[in-house]
């Protein structure tokens, strides 16, 4: 390992091509963006492979303009023959030289992986260890570079962490409470949702927003959710840690939890390993809270519902303890940004949230903050409030040219 931390970079070669393809692979989907080469990438395609392994499953895709390329309904059985779909539909409607590299988001990257690199069988077998901390996204991470190398094997192919944004995070915020000799063994707090914040900060930067100089919360909120403490446009702690069921309560998983919960659960109860995992990861979260939905769109669309309102609720009043909580790690705050599918899309969420943080300066602007405004913060407020999407592919894109960029032009044996 050389003395930076980093994992060698393997001598691979881009293979020549005027295209880049991103994909994300999940359990039933594949989701996927095609950009050029360009500096910066230009987005060609959006589109997903979903319901694989179902007897109608659909292929869609739409073109830079948000016009619809293709919607087809195919039986896709496993991701081998989601890839194959997929790849055999860029080299039928698109005109060029095909593909230079596939990119990969990876959720897990471990404490060697700090940036973008090559995949290699190394690699693959450090990845694979990570399997047990994010049980819902690595292993079909690693489906899709496993499909991609089985439909293309010339073909290379780059992972992107999103644990590398937190690399730099201060040795303290790594830390937990247990012995040392543990966190010898890689039980330490890593963060996720890096790209996504590495997106935004860099979007910042783009508008001449002085990142460098404000102290910064980034609160991704989705189905995963995670919050980011920015100093110097870094993070410098986050709500995930060791793995990607602390901090926030999410779609399926609970979140932070009393870890003699865990005990009772396994000597009292006597729950299973696999049962207590599934408990956590898919069983939690808002959908065990409501009883019935994971989707905070669906709740918010019952507001009679005792059940519905309280899981809306606990998420608010968690985020919005865990947002406070990170202004005594920044020593303030200056600038605050929504993000994910219900940070950028959620005005009530939104509102619950900074509702009795005026003392720290935040003050949302109602009417702006219902139409879905940039800035929805108010004249009042000393804090600067913000909802946008992220874009994590166009991360993912960026990374793979830079790394391509750095390479001889084509691929030899």
């Known amino acids: 390992m050389p003395?930076?931390?980093?994992?060698?970079?393997?001598?691979?070669?881009?293979?020549?091509?005027?295209?880049?393809?991103?994909?994300?692979?999940?359990?039933?989907?594949?989701?996927?963006?095609l950009f050029s080469t360009k500096d910066p990438p230009a987005r060609l395609w959006s589109g997903a492979i979903d319901r694989i392994g179902l007897a109608h499953g659909r292929f869609h895709?739409?073109?830079a303009a948000g016009t619809t390329a293709f919607d087809e309904t195919a039986e896709?059985?496993?991701?081998?023959?989601?890839l194959h779909l997929l790849l055999d539909a860029i080299d039928r409607h698109t005109a060029g030289d095909g593909l230079a590299a596939v990119g990969h988001r990876i959720v897990h990257g471990g404490a060697e992986c700090d940036c973008a690199t090559f995949v290699t069988e190394t690699l693959e077998a450090?990845?694979?260890?990570?399997?047990?901390?994010?049980?819902l996204h690595q292993p079909h991470n690693?489906?899709?570079i496993t499909a991609v190398r089985n439909a293309r094997p010339d073909l290379s192919q780059i992972a992107c962490f999103d644990t590398a944004f937190h690399h730099g995070m201060p040795h303290l915020a790594t830390l937990t409470g247990?012995?040392?000799?543990?966190?010898?063994?890689?039980?330490?707090?890593?963060?996720?949702?890096?790209?996504?914040?590495?997106y935004v900060v860099e979007r910042l930067r783009s508008e001449e927003v002085d990142v460098d100089g404000e102290r910064v919360i980034v609160a991704h909120l989705g189905n995963g959710a995670s919050m980011c403490a920015l100093k110097g446009g870094r993070s410098v702690e986050t709500?995930?840690?060791?793995?990607?069921?602390s901090g926030l309560p999410m779609g399926t998983r609970c979140g932070d939890l009393d870890p003699g919960i865990i005990l009772y659960l396994l000597t009292e109860m006597d729950l299973s390993a696999d049962r207590l995992r599934h408990l956590l990861y898919e069983e939690s979260g808002l959908l065990g809270l409501s009883g019935f939905?994971?989707?905070?769109?669906?709740l918010l669309a019952r507001p009679t519902d005792h059940s519905a309102l309280e899981a809306v609720a606990y998420f608010c009043y968690q985020a919005r303890s865990h947002l406070a909580a990170l202004t005594a790690v920044l020593g303030g705050l200056d600038r605050l940004v929504f993000t994910g599918g219900i940070g950028a899309n959620a005005p009530m969420v939104r509102a619950d949230i900074c509702a009795d943080l005026g003392y720290l300066g935040v003050a949302l602007d109602p009417t702006r903050n219902t139409a879905g405004a940039r800035v929805i913060s108010s004249a009042a407020g000393r804090v600067v409030v913000e909802a946008f999407a992220t874009d994590e592919e166009q991360m993912i894109a960026q990374h793979m040219r830079r790394l391509l960029a750095a390479q001889p032009a084509r691929q030899v044996a």
């Open 142 to 144: 690693l489906a899709g």
């Open 293 to 298: 939905s994971r989707n905070m769109q669906e």
């Open 239 to 245: 709500t995930m840690g060791f793995s990607t069921l």
């Open 126 to 135: 450090r990845l694979r260890e990570f399997v047990p901390l994010a049980p």
């Open 3 to 33: 003395s930076n931390g980093r994992p060698p970079q393997p001598q691979l070669r881009a293979a020549a091509g005027d295209a880049i393809l991103v994909i994300n692979s999940g359990s039933s989907s594949v989701k996927f963006a």
């Open 61 to 63: 895709a739409v073109d």
């Open 178 to 198: 247990l012995p040392r000799e543990l966190r010898d063994q890689g039980i330490r707090r890593y963060g996720f949702h890096g790209l996504s914040y590495e």
């Open 76 to 82: 896709v059985a496993d991701h081998d023959m989601a």
